[in-house]
């Protein structure tokens, strides 16, 4: 779900880089998996002095993707998936969760890190779900990618993924255009579901944690609420609109003495 690469490695973009942590791989640390380097695991251990709510923040951000899926599945009707960004697999992942409600739904996951290719074989052998090694700064490849179009068909509504992603795009990267390639393609009915950091609910606006990505495969970029939903164009958000992924119908009520998460997420149709 979090998985960009760069840099020094732009001649190689799907080369394995373990001299610099991966926001993937310190992803699935902080998640409490096992696919990551000591490099990973170090950054994430810094970032987490920075920001102790990560791992709760982390799970909240699991839990939001699991109820925007069954929403889009369930009241959407959509019964096709583009997960960008998709991250390492983790159980249940967006295959299991849709088709616990719709059994047909065909799933295409994309992501740049060879890790989660590597760790998504498994699925190889299932003809409604692809594998797809492709960098979401190329919109346009992902969307033309023959083993995306062997799963999801662009006449048809889609639910678009792109959780907690966006924000290892920096600004220079055109976030907001990238977005709108991805959108523009989608026939009315389809679905955006996205989430990304902020630093809006602390004080500190999490700069000393979002500076340890520096080293990183990959900077992360906290945007505010404006600026973050702008992302979602003319789409119509659902109810309750762009709010902090533990806001958004969550299944049960929060601690009183959670930690706020920072975190915005939201769910957005496209047409009337």
């Known amino acids: 779900m979090t998985s960009l690469s760069g840099g020094e490695n732009a001649a190689h973009p799907y080369r394995v880089d373990t001299s610099k942590p991966h926001p993937a791989r310190m992803y699935d640390y902080f998640l409490g998996g096992k696919d990551h380097y000591e490099v990973d695991q170090r950054a994430a251990e810094e970032f987490m002095k920075a920001a102790p709510e990560v791992r709760e923040g982390v799970l909240a951000n699991r839990r939001f993707l699991h109820r925007a899926v069954r929403h889009v599945v369930a009241e959407g009707g959509v019964r096709q998936i583009l997960d960008v960004g998709t991250g390492l697999p983790t159980e249940p992942n967006v295959h299991q969760i849709a088709r616990a409600l719709a059994p047909e739904t065909r799933v295409a996951y994309v992501d740049n890190d060879?890790?989660?290719?590597?760790?998504?074989?498994?699925?190889?052998?299932?003809?409604?779900?692809?594998?797809?090694?492709?960098?979401?700064?190329?919109?346009?490849?992902?969307?033309?990618?023959?083993?995306?179009?062997?799963?999801?068909?662009?006449?048809?509504?889609?639910?678009?993924?792109?959780?907690?992603?966006?924000?290892?795009?920096?600004?220079?990267?055109?976030?907001?255009?990238?977005?709108?390639?991805?959108?523009?393609?989608?026939?009315?009915?389809?679905?955006?579901?996205?989430?990304?950091?902020?630093?809006?609910?602390?004080?500190?606006?999490?700069?000393?944690?979002?500076?340890?990505?520096?080293?990183?495969?990959?900077?992360?970029?906290?945007?505010?609420?404006?600026?973050?939903?702008?992302?979602?164009?003319?789409?119509?958000?659902?109810?309750?609109?762009?709010?902090?992924?533990t806001d958004w119908r969550p299944e049960e009520p929060p601690r009183p003495d959670a930690a706020p998460i920072g975190i915005y997420g939201g769910v957005a149709r496209k047409g009337a």
């Open 114 to 245: 060879p890790i989660v290719s590597t760790h998504s074989r498994a699925l190889s052998d299932d003809p409604d779900t692809s594998v797809v090694l492709a960098d979401l700064r190329d919109p346009r490849a992902i969307l033309d990618h023959p083993e995306v179009r062997g799963v999801v068909d662009l006449g048809r509504p889609v639910a678009l993924l792109l959780v907690a992603v966006l924000h290892f795009v920096s600004d220079a990267e055109d976030p907001a255009g990238i977005v709108a390639t991805l959108r523009d393609a989608l026939p009315d009915g389809s679905y955006l579901v996205l989430s990304h950091a902020t630093g809006d609910v602390h004080e500190d606006r999490r700069a000393d944690a979002a500076a340890v990505y520096r080293n990183a495969t990959a900077s992360m970029n906290l945007r505010r609420h404006a600026e973050v939903l702008d992302l979602f164009g003319d789409f119509t958000l659902v109810e309750p609109g762009l709010v902090r992924v």
